[in-house]
């Protein structure tokens, strides 16, 4: 009843499970604290998967046994967090990516994030803060999606131009796109200093805020990729390879596209 009245109450129930095997050390313990961990995570696969705001409220984990071992009454996990948005509607599309996501997500949490270029751990979590964050203020979900594309692309100089044309270089099938998304990543980059630097908003920087799922889909899209390549790296693109050869790749069509077709970015 908690969970389906007040702001932000849904219909949706999602059920994890955790399977322990019997031992006098854990004879009355609630869990091993994996429930939660499982129900995180399923709801960041389906944040990679797809657009929308979706979110999970407390978790009640109650657990199964035949006789009473002074364990009484369900126990309550997490927190809610008021979050306002736009649905996340399943689709074949998303349940044939879903769990391929998820397992990824899962083999990095326990073989750790190394294998990536840039930080992917620092790029998920603020990835994930635009849902999480409350209140969830365009300005700051546009400070935390460049925060994740800085971890996952940045540099030490010219940051914000290198980080719009390799943003483009990516995700852009063709010139006219590239040149569309670099504008953007742009323009998106001049309304994040301006917040950094506290400098008050002109009417152009209030249009972008109206825009932030726009650059929310450039990050979902490069995480996705990244996720995928550090679960499964493929040789030559090794962390030698974005640290001192990336923006040669992106320069030539056809070094660029392999890579594109790599991260499975030109899909």
């Known amino acids: 009843m908690d969970d389906w009245a007040g702001f932000g109450a849904s219909s949706f129930v999602i059920v994890t499970e955790d399977l322990v095997p ?3 050390s854990n004879v009355i313990l609630m869990g091993t604290g994996t429930v939660w961990a499982k129900a995180a995570r399923s709801i960041q696969a389906c944040r990679l998967a797809a657009a929308g705001d979706i979110g ?3 978790m009640w984990a109650v657990r199964a046994c035949r006789f009473n071992a002074g364990i009484g009454g369900p126990d309550r996990v997490g927190v809610s967090v008021p979050t306002t948005g736009s649905e996340t509607v399943w689709s074949d599309s998303i349940g044939e990516a879903y769990p391929q996501i998820y397992a990824q997500l899962k083999q990095l949490e326990k073989a750790g994030y190394g294998a990536s270029p840039g930080n992917l751990d620092i790029a998920l979590r603020s990835f994930m803060a635009t849902y ?3 209140p969830n203020w365009p ?4 400070l935390d999606l460049t925060t994740a594309l800085e971890a996952l692309l940045g540099t030490e100089t010219e940051i914000a131009f290198k980080l719009a044309f ?3 270089a990516l995700l852009a099938g063709n010139d006219t796109e590239r040149a569309q998304i670099l504008k953007t990543m742009k323009d998106f980059y001049d309304t994040r200093s ?3 630097h506290g400098t008050a908003l002109k ?4 249009q972008r805020l109206t825009r932030v799922n726009e650059l929310r889909l450039f990050v979902r899209r490069l995480l996705r990729a990244f996720v995928a390549l550090a679960a499964n790296p493929p040789g030559i693109y090794n962390k030698t390879f974005f640290n001192e050869q990336l923006d040669m790749a992106l320069v030539d069509a056809t070094e660029r596209e392999k890579l594109r077709a790599a991260l499975k970015l030109d899909a």
Not at 139 to 142: C, E, F, G, V
């Open 139 to 142: 300005d700051s979900q546009i």
């Open 203 to 206: 009417p152009k920087h209030h």
């Open 194 to 196: 301006k917040l950094v």
């Open 132 to 134: 999480d964050r409350w």
């Open 22 to 24: 019997k031992q006098p």
């Open 56 to 58: 999970i409220g407390p």
């Open 166 to 168: 390799r943003v483009a």
